[in-house]
């Protein structure tokens, strides 16, 4: 089943209640929060206040991704203000696994784990028995806007075929320049939840239009469901 999870980096944030209100009611699985430290990436975002302000507007999980160097000293804090799932990248884990074991276990949240486009697919194969998404970035993190990679149908086939045989609960998600005319490939490579902020909060159509639009392309991409 496709899943499109709106990026409220691209919303805004004068209206951030009523955008994520109006994505909800058209179908929208949940709400991406993207979180950057000015080192990982070059850019600085939202932190855990905008999570705990945005809880109480909907009812929809709160994927809160961590572009962090030092995500250990996020983790409390969105899990407070009421994050459903923490995504934390590979890059900066050596050994990602205690962190891992940490948010599902004694946080009692999603854990996720985002690699960049310059890593190797099978560097997360050893981890994927301990995740509940592996998300695959189709652009270098740290802005929003950019143009989604070519490879990157590539490197979602090479990911969808460790997941079905290590982990098939664990779901693809894809970050990065996933709009009308690229959420087909992903969909059709294996990749199953959809990130989406221009696409989705800069649409001429408005917000629900969009997500409505790219929930139809990527179920019939994917044959129905993935």
């Known amino acids: 089943m496709a899943a499109i999870a709106p990026s409220i980096l691209s919303a805004d944030f004068a209206r951030l209640g009523e955008h994520v209100r109006e994505v909800e009611a058209a179908g929208a699985d949940r709400v991406h929060v993207d979180v950057m430290d000015g080192h990982f990436v070059p850019n600085l975002s939202m932190?855990?206040?905008?999570?705990?302000?945005?809880?109480?507007?909907?009812?929809?999980?709160?994927?809160?991704?961590?572009?962090?160097?030092?995500?250990?000293?996020f983790l409390d804090g969105f899990v407070k203000a009421g994050a459903d799932s923490l995504i934390v990248h590979l890059e900066v884990l050596p050994d990602p696994r205690p962190m891992l074991k940490?948010?599902?276990?004694?946080?009692?949240?999603?854990?996720?784990?985002?690699?960049?486009?310059?890593?190797?697919?099978?560097?997360?194969?050893?981890?994927?028995?301990?995740?509940?998404?592996?998300?695959?970035?189709?652009?270098?993190?740290?802005?929003?806007?950019?143009?989604?990679?070519?490879?990157?149908?590539?490197?979602?086939?090479?990911?969808?075929?460790?997941?079905?045989?290590?982990?098939?609960?664990?779901?693809?998600?894809?970050?990065?320049?996933?709009?009308?005319?690229?959420?087909?490939?992903?969909?059709?490579?294996?990749?199953?939840?959809?990130?989406?902020?221009?696409?989705?909060?800069?649409a001429k159509e408005g917000p629900a239009a969009a997500t409505r639009h790219l929930r139809e392309l990527a179920a019939r991409a994917a044959g129905g469901g993935a």
């Open 47 to 73: 932190g855990a206040v905008v999570v705990k302000g945005l809880r109480p507007a909907t009812r929809l999980p709160l994927e809160v991704h961590l572009m962090v160097t030092d995500p250990d000293k």
């Open 102 to 202: 940490h948010i599902r276990g004694t946080l009692g949240k999603k854990a996720g784990l985002a690699f960049n486009p310059d890593l190797p697919v099978s560097r997360v194969e050893p981890y994927l028995a301990d995740i509940d998404l592996a998300l695959c970035m189709t652009v270098f993190p740290g802005f929003g806007g950019q143009a989604y990679i070519p490879a990157s149908n590539d490197r979602i086939r090479e990911l969808r075929g460790l997941v079905n045989r290590i982990n098939p609960a664990c779901e693809i998600e894809v970050d990065g320049g996933i709009d009308a005319t690229t959420i087909g490939a992903a969909a059709g490579a294996g990749a199953n939840v959809f990130v989406a902020g221009t696409a989705v909060f800069g």
